[in-house]
């Protein structure tokens, strides 16, 4: 089962709203500004941590990445969570990346995330948004809750196990960044748990 060009409103439209976790379907012009602004803030929290990922100068990636996060948004597949009716991280449900995954796997029923950004570090806002997700994801039979990660950001290697997902492996493709494989096995979980937001 791909997911090329489908809309998170299209993939969970069967779905029932009652036990949907408190997923918001980012469609908005405004919804498109923050995104791009949270991704702005992601490239200046990562450089204040000395980190290389989204290296500014030639070797940066802003433009690519927000030409990426139009295309996504474009096609209707950002979720986000939103308490108190602000949203405060944002995520893009989408197809896996061709230059990592095989056949095989793309095949696969599956979540893949990608452009995964919060308000503020520290808030338990990604925890929450990938929970709500992960429930989403469960409930509609996916396998796999799937995503690529920059090669050298090993924290954020370690938080993304931290939520649950094992390394896969690692590819090194000529040109990417990426290619730190994490998938998390959504059979393996038990019953599905309905989704409560957390208290702020």
Do not use: C
Not at 56 to 63: D, H, L, V
Not at 136 to 142: D, K, Q, V
Not at 173 to 180: F, L, Q
């Amino acid at each position: 089962m791909t997911t090329t060009g489908l809309s998170v409103s299209d993939r969970y439209a069967d779905q029932d709203r009652r036990w949907f976790p408190p997923l918001v379907f980012l469609e908005r012009e405004e919804h498109r500004e923050l995104i791009h602004r949270l991704r702005n803030e992601a490239e200046e929290w990562v450089a204040s941590k000395g980190l290389d990922q989204y290296t500014a100068g030639p070797n940066s990636k802003s433009e690519f990445a927000h030409s990426d996060i139009d295309r996504l948004f474009d096609a209707g597949q950002f979720v986000g969570i939103a308490p108190h009716d602000q949203v405060v991280a944002v995520v893009a449900v989408t197809e896996p990346d061709a230059d990592f995954w095989t056949p095989e796997e793309i095949a696969e029923p599956q979540g893949y995330l990608s452009r995964f950004l919060v308000a503020e570090h520290g808030k338990h806002y990604g925890a929450n948004l990938l929970s709500a997700v992960k429930t989403a994801e469960m409930r509609r039979g996916s396998r796999w809750l799937r995503l690529d990660v920059w090669r050298t950001n090993t924290a954020l290697h370690a938080y993304y196990m931290r939520q649950g997902f094992k390394h896969v492996r690692t590819e090194v493709v000529p040109g990417r960044m990426s290619g730190a494989l994490f998938q998390m096995d959504l059979h393996g979980g038990g019953k599905v748990e309905d989704y409560d937001m957390p208290k702020a």
